[in-house]
């Protein structure tokens, strides 16, 4: 890979998943907790967010296997939900707002590429990636296994009981993702491809 291609690809990245836990913090924060103010992580300062996993070893691993993507996490923001103003409601709000910031960001550029011609200049593959990598965090992240944003919005749709079945689970999570991720992911791919083009266009996928 290109090393400036790299750079922008890893930047674009770390903004993309900074944005996704700040998002957790805000709406928490909006709904009574302050945990996450209190812990100094409503910032969009990427130092305060890095996750040795998510932020450098996952994509130092995709990087090393030639994968046509990159695809990391951030340090989950932390918050209290038993200091939320909504007790049933609230969890599955703060979760669905970290898949909800990618999908704002990746419908603003998004737009941009179906409405302004750019697919001859380097902004048309900046902005295209922009798009793709939004997608893909919005997808992955709502799919419903934990500990992933999804499982919480689902639990919050179930009995008391069956929450803290879900919550339980967590336990298993990254067993959980590591087999999604090897056996399931590739059915995500026509999905997040789908959105793309429903966005942006043909033009640039």
Do not use: C
């Amino acid at each position: 890979m290109d090393p400036i291609i790299f750079i922008l690809q890893l930047i674009i990245l770390l903004i993309s998943v900074v944005i996704h836990e700040v998002s957790h913090g805000m709406i928490a924060f909006r709904l009574g907790d302050p945990t996450a103010k209190y812990a100094g992580r409503l910032t969009l300062n990427p130092i305060k967010h890095l996750d040795l996993w998510g932020s450098v070893l996952i994509p130092l691993f995709l990087i090393l296997i030639g994968s046509p993507f990159l695809f990391g996490y951030a340090k989950p923001v932390p918050y209290n939900p038993q200091n939320l103003k909504n007790k049933k409601w609230g969890p599955a709000m703060v979760a669905a707002a970290g898949p909800a910031s990618n999908l704002i960001i990746a419908l603003g550029f998004g737009l941009v590429l179906r409405f302004i011609p750019l697919a001859a200049s380097p902004f048309g593959e900046i902005f295209s990636y922009i798009v793709f990598l939004n997608l893909l965090l919005a997808v992955f992240n709502l799919v419903p296994i934990p500990p992933l944003d999804g499982s919480k919005v689902v639990a919050a749709l179930f009995p008391y009981r069956i929450q803290l079945a879900i919550e339980r689970a967590e336990r298993y999570g990254l067993i959980l993702v590591l087999f999604f991720i090897f056996f399931l992911f590739a059915y995500l791919v026509p999905i997040i491809l789908f959105l793309f083009r429903l966005i942006a266009g043909n033009s640039y996928i």
